[in-house]
């Protein structure tokens, strides 16, 4: 192993504390409250180097998951690599999943149609279609020519 990277590990470890099993980063926060870090050169996300030392290079086209859902963890164990589309489904706090969750309308009535990839509940859609034609009509007779 390169003398560079000891030297940025020992440094590395210095900067997180064991709570449980997470290692909180104790060092500078962003402002999405994921740690920082400058290494080769470069100010770069602390999970993210955390998963670099002990895994490796991060797949092309994949993120740094937190399995533990805390931004400020560097256990390399509660790191993982996966698409943006899995980590944000997999994120509770995220809208996607917020909505990939829901399977009632704000109605009450469930979602039992589909429009591409759009889910909608057709006792709303119908009820809207109604009022909407009703309004088309109406301003329709309005116009007198």
């Known amino acids: 192993m390169d003398t560079y990277i000891k030297t940025a590990i020992d440094r590395f470890n210095k900067?997180?504390?064991?709570?449980?099993?997470c290692h909180i980063w104790?060092?500078?926060l962003d402002k999405d409250g994921y740690g920082s870090f400058y290494f080769m050169k470069k100010?770069?996300?602390?999970?993210?180097?955390?998963?670099?030392?002990?895994?490796?290079?991060?797949?092309?086209?994949?993120v740094i998951d937190?399995?533990?859902?805390k931004r400020n963890c560097v256990n390399p164990s509660h790191l993982k690599a996966v698409s943006?589309?899995?980590?944000?489904?997999?994120?509770?706090?995220?809208?996607?999943?917020?909505?990939?969750?829901?399977i009632i309308c704000i109605n009450g009535h469930p979602f039992d149609r589909f429009y591409g990839k759009q889910?909608?509940?057709?006792?709303?859609?119908?009820?809207?279609?109604?009022?909407l034609r009703k309004k088309w009509a109406e301003k329709a007779n309005s116009v007198l020519c």
């Open 26 to 28: 104790q060092n500078a």
């Open 66 to 69: 937190h399995i533990c859902k």
């Open 84 to 102: 943006i589309k899995e980590n944000s489904l997999n994120n509770s706090l995220s809208v996607g999943a917020i909505n990939k969750a829901k």
């Open 43 to 62: 100010l770069r996300r602390a999970h993210r180097v955390s998963y670099y030392f002990s895994h490796g290079n991060i797949p092309k086209g994949m």
């Open 119 to 131: 889910r909608y509940c057709s006792i709303c859609q119908a009820e809207k279609t109604k009022r």
């Open 15 to 21: 900067f997180f504390i064991k709570v449980g099993d």
